[in-house]
């Protein structure tokens, strides 16, 4: 097991791993950027219509379909940092037992995220205690996706040693340290699409509205790339029983 950096030299080797990323896969980036977007144009129309719960189910759909496009991108990066490989071409082959095995799993990671929401939401509470149930099952969700980080790097390089309770296993300890990494490493161009969105939302025209949610989809598409290369890493630092 490799020796885990501290959070501030974890986030740079992020970004330098991801200007990395941006040189030697710009077809694949860029392909994946305009599905992306794509995606997050029509789950916006779709997400006015109806009520409260068919909106978090909506986005459950648009989460999963964001995953599903950009999955040969994500596999691609993550063999990119683990493996030095260059993949060439967009392939997205739903056929593929590893596009299917990566896929699998991140409809598992979107289903723990929208749980806390759908399940607060259609359980018979109080306002204040539907709260509560909310906040904890998020906080729940949240230490568990983060000690299973490295299973997604670990199935695109084709360890045959996945299972959840490895994944647990290796990153026992550490959840605390890699909320971090990705907390500091997200939260610049996090605030930074927040402030230029809510300028274009404030306008109150649909348009410019939508272009708000775009830039949004364009800065969610950049931090997932951060995560992507953030996970290839923790796999390299502590990955031990997923390892192949």
Sequence with gaps: MDHMPGVLDAVKRAYLDLRDVYERLTKLVIMALVLSLAVTAIGFFLSGLGFALFSQLVR????????FVIAPYLIAVHRFIILGEVTAQYDLVPGDPRFQRFFGWIVVFSLLSAAPAVLSSIVP????????????????????????????????????????????????????????????????????????????????????????VLIEGAAGFVIASLLVVIASRIYEWLGDRVRA
């Design 125 to 212: 509470l109080p306002g204040f205690l539907r709260s509560v149930l909310a906040l904890a099952l998020a906080i729940a969700v949240l230490i568990v996706t983060l000690r299973l980080i490295i299973v997604l790097p670990a199935v695109a390089v084709d360890s045959e040693r996945v299972t959840w309770q490895n994944a647990m296993a290796d990153t026992a300890g550490y959840a605390g340290r890699i909320f971090l990494i990705g907390l500091a490493a997200a939260l610049p161009v996090g605030l930074v699409a927040g402030v230029v969105a809510g300028f274009f939302a404030s306008s109150g025209f649909i348009l410019l509205s939508l272009v708000a």
């Design 60 to 67: 459950l759909v648009v989460h999963i379909a964001f995953g």
